[in-house]
């Protein structure tokens, strides 16, 4: 598994103002789009691309464009929702899928209750969109959802992570080609696995629903 950090002047400033409490749900909304643009941009430089020729209004030329099949978009529901429209502005010609995950609160396993996803995702480059990977059991589970429909190139943009769920992550994924792009490694999870300092349930901040 490999880890980036996208270290960029307007993505710690974003950052920023989203872990200000104080921070509206409409701004914090608005601002998780424009960093999930950022980190897109970084967490795709290794999508596939073939050259192609066009015609521009002077003459042929060399182009690039996607390979086939093109790179599938996973958010994870709910939160994952309020990353999309930053990726999608990014790459406007991905594909789409849903996948909901959650905790089941007695057995502690992570259950799938709602999927829309290609039955076979053979030779397709996946994004997952996570915001928050805390404990990464969630994305620990939806990543080996993916590699058994065949997915084999894993990418997960996620704003902050703790150590303990990185490190929980890469035990899980083993040698797999799975990379995650961060806006920050965070210091730790608290009791109640909430990343510290973090910026709260990410959840219910885009959606209005934060105490």
Known sequence: MRTLVVDHPLVAHKLTVLRDKNTPSPVFRQLTEELVTLLAYEATREVRTETVTIETPITSTAGTAFTKPTPLVVPILRAGLGMLEGMVKLVPTAEVGFLGMARDEETLDIVTYAERLPEDLTGRQVFVLDPMLATGGTLSEAIKFLFRRGARDVTCICLLAAPEGLARLEKGVG????????????????????????????????????K
């Not at 961060?182 to 629903?209: C, F, M, Q, T």
């Open 175 to 210: 040698d797999a080609n799975v990379r995650v792009v961060l806006a920050s490694i965070d210091e730790r999870l608290n009791e109640k696995a909430y990343i510290v300092p973090g910026l709260g349930d990410a959840g219910d901040r885009l959606y209005g629903l934060a």
